[in-house]
Protein backbone atom coordinates (compact mmCIF):
# COMPACT_ATOMS: atom_id res chain seq x y z
CA UNK A 1 0.00 0.00 0.00
CA UNK A 2 1.56 2.96 -0.81
CA UNK A 3 1.00 6.59 0.35
CA UNK A 4 3.33 8.67 -1.66
CA UNK A 5 2.92 10.34 -4.98
CA UNK A 6 2.45 7.74 -7.86
CA UNK A 7 5.11 7.98 -10.75
CA UNK A 8 1.94 6.72 -13.36
CA UNK A 9 0.93 9.47 -15.62
CA UNK A 10 -2.18 10.85 -13.92
CA UNK A 11 -5.39 10.57 -15.31
CA UNK A 12 -6.92 13.99 -17.06
CA UNK A 13 -8.49 15.72 -14.64
CA UNK A 14 -12.33 15.57 -14.64
CA UNK A 15 -12.63 12.58 -16.99
CA UNK A 16 -13.85 9.03 -16.26
CA UNK A 17 -10.83 7.27 -15.60
CA UNK A 18 -9.70 9.81 -12.71
CA UNK A 19 -13.26 9.38 -11.09
CA UNK A 20 -13.05 5.31 -11.16
CA UNK A 21 -9.50 4.98 -10.17
CA UNK A 22 -10.38 7.13 -6.95
CA UNK A 23 -13.89 5.72 -6.36
CA UNK A 24 -13.86 1.50 -7.46
CA UNK A 25 -11.79 1.20 -4.36
CA UNK A 26 -13.90 3.08 -2.13
CA UNK A 27 -16.90 1.17 -3.69
CA UNK A 28 -15.08 -2.42 -2.79
CA UNK A 29 -14.44 -0.83 0.48
CA UNK A 30 -18.25 0.21 1.03
CA UNK A 31 -19.14 -3.18 -0.15
CA UNK A 32 -17.06 -4.69 2.53
CA UNK A 33 -18.42 -3.27 5.31
CA UNK A 34 -21.88 -3.72 3.61
CA UNK A 35 -21.43 -7.49 3.18
CA UNK A 36 -20.10 -6.99 7.19
CA UNK A 37 -23.69 -6.12 8.36
CA UNK A 38 -25.59 -7.56 6.38
CA UNK A 39 -24.04 -10.83 7.58
CA UNK A 40 -24.22 -9.34 11.06
CA UNK A 41 -28.36 -9.06 10.38
CA UNK A 42 -28.46 -12.43 9.10
CA UNK A 43 -26.74 -14.25 11.83
CA UNK A 44 -28.79 -12.18 14.36
CA UNK A 45 -32.07 -13.47 12.21
CA UNK A 46 -30.92 -17.21 12.61
CA UNK A 47 -30.06 -15.99 16.35
CA UNK A 48 -33.94 -14.73 17.14
CA UNK A 49 -36.57 -12.58 16.10
CA UNK A 50 -36.09 -10.42 18.74
CA UNK A 51 -32.32 -9.91 17.94
CA UNK A 52 -32.92 -8.86 14.68
CA UNK A 53 -35.68 -6.32 15.63
CA UNK A 54 -33.31 -4.97 17.99
CA UNK A 55 -30.33 -4.46 15.91
CA UNK A 56 -31.45 -1.32 13.80
CA UNK A 57 -32.70 0.79 16.48
CA UNK A 58 -29.89 0.28 18.68
CA UNK A 59 -27.36 1.03 15.68
CA UNK A 60 -29.28 3.88 15.01
CA UNK A 61 -29.18 5.45 18.58
CA UNK A 62 -25.22 5.22 18.55
CA UNK A 63 -25.06 6.76 14.97
CA UNK A 64 -27.36 9.47 16.38
CA UNK A 65 -24.57 9.89 19.57
CA UNK A 66 -21.71 9.63 16.92
CA UNK A 67 -23.22 11.65 14.04
CA UNK A 68 -21.80 14.92 14.93
CA UNK A 69 -18.16 14.40 15.86
CA UNK A 70 -18.23 11.39 13.03
CA UNK A 71 -19.36 13.91 10.47
CA UNK A 72 -16.38 16.39 11.53
CA UNK A 73 -14.10 13.69 11.86
CA UNK A 74 -14.95 12.52 7.75
CA UNK A 75 -14.75 16.17 6.46
CA UNK A 76 -10.83 15.30 7.31
CA UNK A 77 -11.64 14.16 3.79
CA UNK A 78 -12.44 17.67 2.59
CA UNK A 79 -9.66 19.82 4.00
CA UNK A 80 -7.12 16.99 3.04
CA UNK A 81 -8.17 17.29 -0.49
CA UNK A 82 -8.20 21.14 -0.76
CA UNK A 83 -4.78 21.26 0.84
CA UNK A 84 -3.68 18.13 -1.67
CA UNK A 85 -5.26 20.04 -4.52
CA UNK A 86 -2.64 23.12 -3.65
CA UNK A 87 0.02 21.01 -2.71
CA UNK A 88 0.47 21.59 1.28
CA UNK A 89 1.39 18.22 2.74
CA UNK A 90 1.97 20.44 5.96
CA UNK A 91 -1.60 21.40 6.27
CA UNK A 92 -2.61 17.31 5.66
CA UNK A 93 -0.88 16.65 8.18
CA UNK A 94 -1.91 19.44 10.59
CA UNK A 95 -5.54 19.00 9.36
CA UNK A 96 -5.38 14.99 10.18
CA UNK A 97 -3.98 15.68 13.81
CA UNK A 98 -7.12 18.38 14.84
CA UNK A 99 -9.26 15.09 13.69
CA UNK A 100 -7.34 12.93 15.77
CA UNK A 101 -7.83 15.24 19.04
CA UNK A 102 -11.70 15.73 18.45
CA UNK A 103 -12.13 12.07 18.02
CA UNK A 104 -10.46 11.34 21.11
CA UNK A 105 -12.39 13.59 22.98
CA UNK A 106 -15.64 12.86 21.58
CA UNK A 107 -15.07 9.05 22.13
CA UNK A 108 -14.79 9.77 25.90
CA UNK A 109 -17.40 12.19 26.05
CA UNK A 110 -19.80 9.39 24.42
CA UNK A 111 -18.84 6.29 26.71
CA UNK A 112 -20.03 8.33 29.58
CA UNK A 113 -23.42 8.07 27.73
CA UNK A 114 -23.70 4.54 28.47
CA UNK A 115 -25.98 4.35 30.75
CA UNK A 116 -28.54 6.85 28.49
CA UNK A 117 -29.12 3.34 26.68
CA UNK A 118 -32.19 2.05 29.33
CA UNK A 119 -33.98 5.05 29.42
CA UNK A 120 -33.71 5.70 25.85
CA UNK A 121 -35.80 2.42 24.52
CA UNK A 122 -37.66 2.68 27.91
CA UNK A 123 -39.43 5.91 25.59
CA UNK A 124 -39.83 3.55 22.55
CA UNK A 125 -42.13 1.34 23.89
CA UNK A 126 -40.85 -1.48 22.24
CA UNK A 127 -41.77 -5.38 23.36
CA UNK A 128 -39.98 -5.90 26.71
CA UNK A 129 -37.28 -8.56 25.08
CA UNK A 130 -36.73 -6.08 22.15
CA UNK A 131 -35.84 -3.49 24.74
CA UNK A 132 -33.05 -5.99 26.35
CA UNK A 133 -31.51 -6.67 23.36
CA UNK A 134 -31.26 -3.44 22.23
CA UNK A 135 -29.95 -1.76 25.54
CA UNK A 136 -27.45 -4.89 25.51
CA UNK A 137 -26.29 -3.63 22.04
CA UNK A 138 -25.93 0.03 22.85
CA UNK A 139 -23.57 -0.01 25.69
CA UNK A 140 -20.96 -1.95 23.88
CA UNK A 141 -20.97 0.23 21.02
CA UNK A 142 -21.10 3.99 23.26
CA UNK A 143 -17.91 2.21 24.92
CA UNK A 144 -16.39 1.57 22.13
CA UNK A 145 -16.75 4.34 20.51
CA UNK A 146 -13.32 5.88 19.62
CA UNK A 147 -12.42 3.25 17.46
CA UNK A 148 -15.01 4.60 15.56
CA UNK A 149 -14.09 7.98 15.25
CA UNK A 150 -10.53 7.47 14.98
CA UNK A 151 -10.70 5.48 11.54
CA UNK A 152 -12.97 8.25 10.47
CA UNK A 153 -10.15 10.52 10.65
CA UNK A 154 -7.57 8.31 9.91
CA UNK A 155 -9.35 7.50 6.23
CA UNK A 156 -9.66 10.80 5.35
CA UNK A 157 -5.95 11.03 5.11
CA UNK A 158 -5.69 8.70 2.50
CA UNK A 159 -9.33 9.26 0.62
CA UNK A 160 -8.40 12.93 0.87
CA UNK A 161 -5.15 12.35 -1.20
CA UNK A 162 -7.10 9.85 -3.75
CA UNK A 163 -5.16 7.07 -2.28
CA UNK A 164 -8.08 4.75 -1.44
CA UNK A 165 -6.57 1.57 -2.19
CA UNK A 166 -5.57 1.75 1.21
CA UNK A 167 -8.88 2.25 2.77
CA UNK A 168 -9.99 -0.60 0.20
CA UNK A 169 -7.38 -3.19 2.17
CA UNK A 170 -8.29 -1.79 5.63
CA UNK A 171 -11.98 -1.73 5.55
CA UNK A 172 -11.71 -5.74 3.85
CA UNK A 173 -9.74 -7.07 6.33
CA UNK A 174 -11.72 -5.30 8.98
CA UNK A 175 -14.88 -6.57 7.78
CA UNK A 176 -13.80 -10.09 7.34
CA UNK A 177 -12.54 -10.01 11.04
CA UNK A 178 -15.69 -8.81 11.89
CA UNK A 179 -17.51 -11.51 10.36
CA UNK A 180 -15.92 -14.44 11.67
CA UNK A 181 -15.84 -12.40 15.40
CA UNK A 182 -19.69 -12.33 14.61
CA UNK A 183 -20.18 -15.82 14.08
CA UNK A 184 -18.26 -17.16 17.25
CA UNK A 185 -19.20 -14.63 19.45
CA UNK A 186 -23.20 -14.73 18.70
CA UNK A 187 -23.40 -18.46 18.79
CA UNK A 188 -20.03 -19.66 20.26
CA UNK A 189 -17.62 -22.16 19.32
CA UNK A 190 -15.13 -24.27 21.80
CA UNK A 191 -14.54 -22.26 25.29
CA UNK A 192 -16.41 -19.31 23.91
CA UNK A 193 -19.63 -19.02 25.15
CA UNK A 194 -22.75 -17.61 22.44
CA UNK A 195 -23.24 -13.87 23.75
CA UNK A 196 -25.89 -13.38 21.23
CA UNK A 197 -26.66 -9.70 20.07
CA UNK A 198 -24.03 -8.66 22.51
CA UNK A 199 -21.34 -10.82 20.64
CA UNK A 200 -22.61 -9.11 17.36
CA UNK A 201 -21.56 -5.71 18.81
CA UNK A 202 -18.28 -6.62 20.51
CA UNK A 203 -17.19 -8.40 17.10
CA UNK A 204 -18.42 -4.74 15.63
CA UNK A 205 -16.02 -2.69 18.10
CA UNK A 206 -13.21 -5.53 17.83
CA UNK A 207 -13.14 -4.79 13.54
CA UNK A 208 -13.09 -0.63 14.13
CA UNK A 209 -9.83 -1.45 16.72
CA UNK A 210 -8.46 -3.26 13.80
CA UNK A 211 -8.85 -1.01 11.08
CA UNK A 212 -7.44 2.03 13.49
CA UNK A 213 -4.49 -0.38 14.09
CA UNK A 214 -3.79 -0.89 10.43
CA UNK A 215 -4.29 2.68 9.69
CA UNK A 216 -1.66 3.37 12.19
CA UNK A 217 1.14 1.25 10.79
CA UNK A 218 0.81 2.54 6.94
CA UNK A 219 0.72 6.42 8.49
CA UNK A 220 3.90 6.03 10.27
CA UNK A 221 6.01 4.68 7.65
CA UNK A 222 9.29 6.19 7.70
CA UNK A 223 8.43 8.11 4.06
CA UNK A 224 4.99 8.96 5.15
CA UNK A 225 6.27 10.42 8.38
CA UNK A 226 8.95 12.61 6.41
CA UNK A 227 7.10 13.57 3.36
CA UNK A 228 4.18 15.07 5.53
CA UNK A 229 6.12 16.26 9.10
CA UNK A 230 3.59 13.96 10.94
CA UNK A 231 5.44 14.75 13.87
CA UNK A 232 6.16 18.46 13.15
CA UNK A 233 3.09 19.60 12.69
CA UNK A 234 1.17 17.74 15.45
CA UNK A 235 0.37 20.30 17.40
CA UNK A 236 -2.97 21.90 18.26
CA UNK A 237 -3.57 24.79 15.94
CA UNK A 238 -6.66 27.12 17.64
CA UNK A 239 -6.99 28.59 13.98
CA UNK A 240 -7.25 25.15 11.57
CA UNK A 241 -9.49 23.85 14.07
CA UNK A 242 -11.54 26.41 14.10
CA UNK A 243 -11.95 25.83 10.61
CA UNK A 244 -12.95 22.08 11.23
CA UNK A 245 -15.79 23.26 13.24
CA UNK A 246 -17.25 25.69 11.16
CA UNK A 247 -17.29 23.74 8.17
CA UNK A 248 -17.24 19.83 9.76
CA UNK A 249 -19.77 20.60 12.55
CA UNK A 250 -22.53 21.25 9.67
CA UNK A 251 -21.71 18.15 7.87
CA UNK A 252 -21.69 16.50 11.47
CA UNK A 253 -25.30 17.78 12.61
CA UNK A 254 -26.99 17.04 9.24
CA UNK A 255 -25.88 13.44 9.91
CA UNK A 256 -27.40 13.73 13.55
CA UNK A 257 -30.44 15.18 12.51
CA UNK A 258 -30.76 12.53 9.92
CA UNK A 259 -29.84 9.68 11.61
CA UNK A 260 -31.77 10.76 14.69
CA UNK A 261 -34.91 11.19 12.56
CA UNK A 262 -34.60 7.93 10.94
CA UNK A 263 -34.31 6.61 15.00
CA UNK A 264 -37.24 8.35 16.32
CA UNK A 265 -39.16 7.07 13.11
CA UNK A 266 -37.99 3.17 13.43
CA UNK A 267 -39.05 3.88 17.32
CA UNK A 268 -42.28 4.67 16.09
CA UNK A 269 -42.71 2.23 14.22
CA UNK A 270 -41.35 -0.08 16.61
CA UNK A 271 -44.77 0.52 18.13
CA UNK A 272 -46.56 -1.29 15.28
CA UNK A 273 -45.50 -4.61 16.70
CA UNK A 274 -42.05 -6.49 16.32
CA UNK A 275 -42.79 -8.06 12.91
CA UNK A 276 -43.38 -4.49 11.13
CA UNK A 277 -39.87 -3.10 12.98
CA UNK A 278 -38.21 -6.09 11.68
CA UNK A 279 -39.27 -6.00 8.71
CA UNK A 280 -38.00 -2.88 8.06
CA UNK A 281 -34.92 -3.48 9.42
CA UNK A 282 -34.47 -6.27 6.71
CA UNK A 283 -35.60 -3.92 3.85
CA UNK A 284 -33.25 -0.92 5.24
CA UNK A 285 -30.66 -4.01 5.46
CA UNK A 286 -31.27 -5.58 2.20
CA UNK A 287 -31.39 -1.60 0.19
CA UNK A 288 -27.97 -1.27 2.02
CA UNK A 289 -26.18 -3.74 -0.28
CA UNK A 290 -27.31 -1.00 -3.25
CA UNK A 291 -26.58 2.09 -0.97
CA UNK A 292 -23.64 1.75 1.06
CA UNK A 293 -21.52 1.00 -2.08
CA UNK A 294 -22.63 4.10 -3.39
CA UNK A 295 -21.65 6.20 -0.43
CA UNK A 296 -17.72 5.29 -1.95
CA UNK A 297 -18.69 7.27 -5.27
CA UNK A 298 -19.93 10.10 -3.16
CA UNK A 299 -16.71 10.46 -1.59
CA UNK A 300 -15.23 10.39 -4.71
CA UNK A 301 -16.84 13.04 -5.47
CA UNK A 302 -16.05 14.90 -2.15
CA UNK A 303 -12.28 13.98 -2.91
CA UNK A 304 -12.46 15.27 -6.43
CA UNK A 305 -14.70 18.15 -5.89
CA UNK A 306 -12.08 19.21 -2.99
CA UNK A 307 -8.97 18.31 -5.33
CA UNK A 308 -10.16 21.46 -7.97
CA UNK A 309 -11.40 23.44 -5.37
CA UNK A 310 -7.60 23.57 -3.52
CA UNK A 311 -5.92 23.74 -7.54
CA UNK A 312 -8.44 26.99 -8.03
CA UNK A 313 -10.58 24.87 -10.73
CA UNK A 314 -14.00 24.22 -9.37
CA UNK A 315 -16.24 24.56 -12.43
CA UNK A 316 -14.03 21.36 -13.63
CA UNK A 317 -15.70 19.47 -10.97
CA UNK A 318 -18.87 19.71 -12.65
CA UNK A 319 -17.97 17.22 -15.44
CA UNK A 320 -16.76 14.74 -12.47
CA UNK A 321 -20.22 15.01 -10.63
CA UNK A 322 -22.62 14.76 -13.75
CA UNK A 323 -20.23 11.29 -14.61
CA UNK A 324 -20.80 9.77 -11.43
CA UNK A 325 -24.70 10.85 -11.19
CA UNK A 326 -24.91 8.67 -14.39
CA UNK A 327 -23.24 5.57 -13.06
CA UNK A 328 -25.02 6.25 -9.52
CA UNK A 329 -28.10 6.33 -11.49
CA UNK A 330 -27.84 2.90 -13.42
CA UNK A 331 -26.20 1.07 -10.87
CA UNK A 332 -29.60 2.22 -7.96
CA UNK A 333 -32.00 1.40 -11.19
CA UNK A 334 -30.77 -1.79 -11.50
CA UNK A 335 -31.45 -3.09 -7.86
CA UNK A 336 -34.56 -1.26 -7.51
CA UNK A 337 -35.63 -3.75 -10.70
CA UNK A 338 -34.71 -6.54 -8.16
CA UNK A 339 -36.46 -5.55 -5.07
CA UNK A 340 -39.28 -5.60 -7.95
CA UNK A 341 -38.76 -8.74 -9.36
CA UNK A 342 -36.80 -11.36 -6.80
CA UNK A 343 -37.74 -10.22 -3.85
CA UNK A 344 -38.13 -14.07 -2.27
CA UNK A 345 -34.76 -14.41 -3.88
CA UNK A 346 -32.77 -11.74 -1.80
CA UNK A 347 -34.34 -12.79 1.15
CA UNK A 348 -33.63 -16.78 0.94
CA UNK A 349 -30.05 -16.11 3.27
CA UNK A 350 -31.83 -14.89 6.09
CA UNK A 351 -34.19 -17.18 5.71
CA UNK A 352 -31.72 -19.94 5.42
CA UNK A 353 -31.36 -21.01 9.59
CA UNK A 354 -34.34 -18.80 11.08
CA UNK A 355 -37.14 -19.84 12.46
CA UNK A 356 -40.00 -21.05 9.20
CA UNK A 357 -43.26 -19.30 10.96
CA UNK A 358 -41.63 -16.53 12.73
CA UNK A 359 -39.73 -15.23 9.83
CA UNK A 360 -42.81 -16.21 6.71
CA UNK A 361 -44.64 -13.38 8.61
CA UNK A 362 -41.22 -11.02 8.40
CA UNK A 363 -40.92 -11.70 4.78
CA UNK A 364 -43.94 -11.07 3.23
CA UNK A 365 -43.99 -7.62 5.19
CA UNK A 366 -40.21 -7.07 3.89
CA UNK A 367 -41.30 -8.01 0.01
CA UNK A 368 -44.29 -5.24 0.42
CA UNK A 369 -41.07 -2.61 1.81
CA UNK A 370 -39.17 -3.30 -0.87
CA UNK A 371 -41.46 -2.15 -3.65
CA UNK A 372 -41.02 1.53 -1.38
CA UNK A 373 -37.27 1.07 -1.68
CA UNK A 374 -37.34 0.46 -5.67
CA UNK A 375 -39.37 3.80 -5.86
CA UNK A 376 -36.79 5.88 -3.53
CA UNK A 377 -33.74 4.25 -4.65
CA UNK A 378 -32.71 6.48 -8.02
CA UNK A 379 -33.52 9.25 -5.48
CA UNK A 380 -31.10 8.04 -3.07
CA UNK A 381 -28.25 7.99 -6.06
CA UNK A 382 -29.64 12.59 -6.34
CA UNK A 383 -28.41 12.77 -2.98
CA UNK A 384 -25.49 10.47 -2.55
CA UNK A 385 -23.35 12.12 -5.52
CA UNK A 386 -24.99 16.25 -5.45
CA UNK A 387 -24.91 16.62 -1.72
CA UNK A 388 -20.90 14.93 -1.70
CA UNK A 389 -20.09 17.37 -4.46
CA UNK A 390 -21.25 20.54 -3.03
CA UNK A 391 -20.10 19.60 0.93
CA UNK A 392 -16.54 18.63 -0.96
CA UNK A 393 -16.49 22.48 -1.50
CA UNK A 394 -17.64 23.61 1.88
CA UNK A 395 -21.27 24.21 1.18
CA UNK A 396 -21.74 21.74 4.55
CA UNK A 397 -24.61 24.47 6.13
CA UNK A 398 -27.47 23.82 3.15
CA UNK A 399 -27.40 20.51 3.87
CA UNK A 400 -27.86 20.86 7.52
CA UNK A 401 -31.18 22.84 7.20
CA UNK A 402 -32.12 20.83 3.69
CA UNK A 403 -32.22 17.65 5.87
CA UNK A 404 -33.37 19.38 9.20
CA UNK A 405 -36.94 20.06 7.23
CA UNK A 406 -36.97 17.27 5.20
CA UNK A 407 -36.42 14.42 8.09
CA UNK A 408 -38.14 16.26 10.72
CA UNK A 409 -41.54 17.84 8.90
CA UNK A 410 -41.87 15.04 6.05
CA UNK A 411 -40.75 12.26 7.70
CA UNK A 412 -41.12 12.10 11.63
CA UNK A 413 -43.85 14.53 11.74
CA UNK A 414 -46.59 12.41 9.62
CA UNK A 415 -45.31 9.66 11.36
CA UNK A 416 -45.69 10.95 14.93
CA UNK A 417 -49.06 12.39 14.15
CA UNK A 418 -50.75 9.14 13.27
CA UNK A 419 -49.19 7.36 16.16
CA UNK A 420 -50.54 9.50 18.65
CA UNK A 421 -53.85 9.35 16.75
CA UNK A 422 -53.64 5.43 16.34
CA UNK A 423 -53.80 5.46 12.57
CA UNK A 424 -49.97 4.86 12.48
CA UNK A 425 -49.35 1.92 9.38
CA UNK A 426 -46.78 0.56 7.84
CA UNK A 427 -47.65 1.79 4.83
CA UNK A 428 -48.18 5.31 6.60
CA UNK A 429 -44.63 5.33 7.60
CA UNK A 430 -43.12 4.36 4.72
CA UNK A 431 -44.59 6.78 2.55
CA UNK A 432 -43.45 9.18 4.93
CA UNK A 433 -39.95 8.07 4.79
CA UNK A 434 -40.34 8.03 0.86
CA UNK A 435 -41.45 11.66 0.95
CA UNK A 436 -38.69 12.11 3.10
CA UNK A 437 -35.70 10.74 0.47
CA UNK A 438 -37.86 12.51 -2.53
CA UNK A 439 -37.79 15.74 -0.75
CA UNK A 440 -33.79 15.79 0.38
CA UNK A 441 -32.62 14.60 -3.50
CA UNK A 442 -34.85 17.69 -5.33
CA UNK A 443 -32.75 20.28 -2.66
CA UNK A 444 -29.57 19.00 -3.20
CA UNK A 445 -30.19 18.75 -7.02
CA UNK A 446 -31.07 22.09 -7.01
CA UNK A 447 -28.16 23.66 -4.76
CA UNK A 448 -25.77 21.97 -7.05
CA UNK A 449 -27.27 23.70 -9.93
CA UNK A 450 -27.61 26.94 -8.59
CA UNK A 451 -24.04 26.62 -8.37
CA UNK A 452 -23.16 29.03 -5.07
CA UNK A 453 -20.52 25.92 -3.81
CA UNK A 454 -18.34 26.81 -6.53
CA UNK A 455 -17.38 30.27 -4.96
CA UNK A 456 -16.68 28.20 -1.47
CA UNK A 457 -13.64 26.69 0.34
CA UNK A 458 -11.84 25.71 3.19
CA UNK A 459 -8.67 26.92 3.05
CA UNK A 460 -7.26 29.95 3.94
CA UNK A 461 -7.70 33.33 2.20
CA UNK A 462 -3.80 33.18 1.04
CA UNK A 463 -3.82 29.73 -0.51
CA UNK A 464 -6.06 30.69 -3.28
CA UNK A 465 -4.64 33.50 -5.17
CA UNK A 466 -2.56 30.65 -7.47
CA UNK A 467 -1.89 27.42 -6.86
CA UNK A 468 1.27 25.12 -8.55
CA UNK A 469 -1.01 22.66 -9.20
CA UNK A 470 -3.01 24.82 -11.98
CA UNK A 471 0.41 26.16 -13.10
CA UNK A 472 2.15 23.25 -13.88
CA UNK A 473 -1.16 21.62 -15.35
CA UNK A 474 -1.25 22.49 -19.08
CA UNK A 475 -4.11 20.16 -19.96
CA UNK A 476 -6.76 21.47 -22.34
CA UNK A 477 -9.27 21.97 -19.90
CA UNK A 478 -7.08 23.86 -17.56
CA UNK A 479 -6.47 26.20 -20.17
CA UNK A 480 -9.84 26.80 -20.92
CA UNK A 481 -10.81 27.43 -17.59
CA UNK A 482 -11.40 30.79 -16.42
CA UNK A 483 -10.43 30.45 -12.65
CA UNK A 484 -12.15 32.79 -10.39
CA UNK A 485 -11.65 34.36 -6.46
CA UNK A 486 -13.25 32.09 -3.92
CA UNK A 487 -14.86 32.69 -1.08
CA UNK A 488 -14.10 31.29 2.26
Known amino acids: MTTGHSSKPKPAPGSLRELVQVALPLVISSGSVTLMYVVDRIFLTWHSPEALAAAMPASMVHWTLLSVPFGVAMYTNTFVSQYDGAQRPDRIAASLWQAIYLAVVAGFLLALLTPLSGPIFAWGKHDPEVQVQEVRYLRVLCLGSLPF ?139 SMAFVPMLGVGTAVMTLVGRRVGEGRPRLAIRTTWTAFGLAAVYMLAFSALYLSVPEILLLPYAAMADAENFARVQNLAVVLLRYVAVYAFFDAIIIVFSSAIRGAGDTRF ?76 SPDSQSEVTQPLQP
Open 399 to 474: GLWLTLVAAWLVMVLPTWLAARNDMLTLHVGWIACTGFIVTLAIGFLLRFLHGKWQTMTVLEPDLLVSTPALQADS
Open 149 to 287: LLSGALSGFFTGRGHTTVVMWVNVTASLLNIGLDYLLIFGGGPVPGWGITGAAIATVSAQFTAVGLYAIVLLRPETVKEFGLLANRRFDRELFGRFIKYGVPNGVMSLVDVAGFTVFLLLLGQIGSDELAATNLAFNIN
